[in-house]
């Protein structure tokens, strides 16, 4: 089942909180990185925060273009690998169910032999195969 899409730089619904919560903290460090640097310059406050306001501004686009990206890339990967996952997991419970049917088959065409064999009155010396898993004990 795919996941439904937003029209949102066409990125899926689940995860648009999380990429608004990261540019947010993304842009409240960067304001700060950039206000720190400008402060430390010999200016007025209202000139550092329009220098400031500038460059947060002009990092913005960037910023989500990059969270977006990365958040579909490794999305993607992780959806792929998860359908991978569960493909091989239900090859493998098949190849199981296949393989736990053959045994009870052969334990079953032991058993009919020795039947066979003990109604006939003749020897049975065939060795048993393995009991398998979950035959009721006798």
Known sequence: MKKQ?????????DWISVEIFTLFVLTIIY???VWRYESGKTQETMETVF????????????MIVGI?????????????????????????????K????????RYFAWERRRDKAVANN?????PPPPKPEGYPEE
């Open 68 to 96: 977006v990206g990365t958040f579909e890339i490794i999305g993607e990967i992780m959806i792929r690998l998860t359908s991978l996952i569960e493909k091989v997991r239900a090859e493998g419970r098949a190849e199981g």
């Open 31 to 33: 304001a700060i990185i």
């Open 5 to 13: 899409r937003s029209p949102f730089l066409s990125t899926r619904q």
């Open 51 to 62: 220098v400031t306001m500038r460059h947060v501004s002009a990092a913005i686009l960037p």
């Open 122 to 126: 003749q020897p049975f010396d065939e």
């Open 98 to 105: 296949a393989e736990a049917i053959a045994e009870f088959r």
